[in-house]
């Protein structure tokens, strides 16, 4: 039983590239999210779904995009990163049942030059 | 904008002692949760209260929760080594889709 499994771990990319991350969770849980987390600001909501076929904004959504087309995936794509993408960017589900916790990826580390 | 702010944003104390960290937060909520980040991992929930609790334990963690205040504190007893890492609240608000607004986090120092 693997959690929520994020890939890549890390990557460069240069401005103006394009990337996806990809996130994959095994416990059957409906809801998803992706997260970036930035020194000194906690966690930003980019993205979520709450089931497959759906996706929502977050707080932060403008320069990334998403998709869920299986239940257990879900992907942020950056079309043309932007220096201001560098973070570390988490993936999160959930069950539906209300007041149940978030498992979380161990994240992706991502650098734009 | 972050919902919960929390207070100190570093703490360092010695092995054996308690830890509390604090969270404050802005809107009507759910509920809050705690979670821990070791480095260089993902978060880990520790503990979740509900709106209409005040206090909740799990083994050496205490939870409370004033919703007068909008205020939330964590204490961890007898802190170990092992309970070096950043500890962040996270408020549930009350739309849809559980979408939990993260504070800054408190970053916990246990040395020996």
């Known amino acids: 039983n693997a959690g929520v499994t994020q890939t890549p771990k890390f990557r460069v990319l240069k401005t103006g590239q394009s990337m996806t991350l990809l996130c994959a969770q095994d416990m059957n849980h409906e809801y998803m999210y992706w997260y970036r987390q930035d020194p000194g600001m906690g966690l930003r909501l980019i993205h979520y779904?709450?089931?497959?076929?759906?996706?929502a904004k977050g707080e932060v959504p403008d320069g990334y995009n998403v998709s869920r087309l299986k239940k257990q995936n879900f992907l942020l794509g950056l079309e043309s990163a932007a220096p201001s993408q560098t973070s570390v960017y988490f993936c999160a589900s959930k069950d539906r049942v209300w007041n149940s916790p978030l498992h979380f990826g161990n994240g992706t580390r991502l650098t734009v030059t | 904008s972050q919902q919960g702010e929390e207070d100190p944003q570093a703490l360092s104390i010695q092995e054996g002692e308690n830890a509390t960290m604090n969270c404050s937060y802005k809107?009507?909520?759910?509920?809050l949760q705690w979670y821990r980040q070791n480095s260089g991992r993902g978060l880990v929930h520790l503990i979740l209260?509900?709106?209409?609790?005040r206090e909740k334990h799990s083994g050496r963690l205490r939870v409370t929760l004033d919703t007068s205040k909008k205020s939330s504190s964590l204490l961890i007893t007898a802190s170990r080594a092992a309970d070096t890492a950043s500890y962040f609240c996270a408020t549930d608000g009350t739309g849809t889709a559980s979408k939990l607004t993260f504070g800054t986090g408190t970053r916990l120092q246990v040395t020996l």
């Open positions: 779904s709450v089931g497959e076929g759906t996706t």
């Open positions: 809107t009507s909520i759910n509920n």
């Open positions: 209260i509900r709106s209409n609790e």
